[in-house]
């Protein structure tokens, strides 16, 4: 079995700043993709920034320039440094990523149980 934990939301002042981690653990051959999105009351999930094995990174154009995702294989972990954050950036934060179990096996998508970041003076 594979787990995605996330820790590091909480409340914050606007302008203030947060970093997110989510640590993967359990049966893991590989990882290939590793994202964060984010879901707000009442609104869709949206991805808000991705990062490939390569360093390959894309961000949702709200987050661009405030945002940086990046990893740390030896401890198959993801993390979303947030910087200059608004109160519209308040949501739940849950990690994806793309993980292959065993050499050979397919690779599957699984799931944090989500962070929630509020952001409010």
């Known amino acids: 079995q594979v787990r995605l934990v996330e820790s590091g939301g909480g409340l914050v002042q606007p302008g203030g700043s947060l970093r997110l981690s989510c640590a993967a653990s359990g049966s893991i051959f590989a990882i290939n993709r590793m994202a964060w999105y984010r879901q707000a009351p009442g609104k869709q999930r949206e991805l808000v920034a991705r990062i490939t094995n390569s360093g390959r990174t894309n961000y949702v154009d709200s987050v661009k320039g405030r945002v940086t995702i990046s990893r740390d294989d030896a401890k198959n972990t993801v993390y979303l440094q947030m910087n200059s954050l608004k109160s519209e950036d308040t949501a739940a934060y849950f990690c994806?990523?793309?993980?292959?179990?065993?050499?050979?096996?397919?690779?599957?998508?699984?799931w944090g149980q989500g962070t929630q970041v509020t952001v409010s003076s």
């Open positions: 994806n990523a793309e993980i292959q179990s065993r050499y050979g096996s397919s690779w599957d998508y699984y």
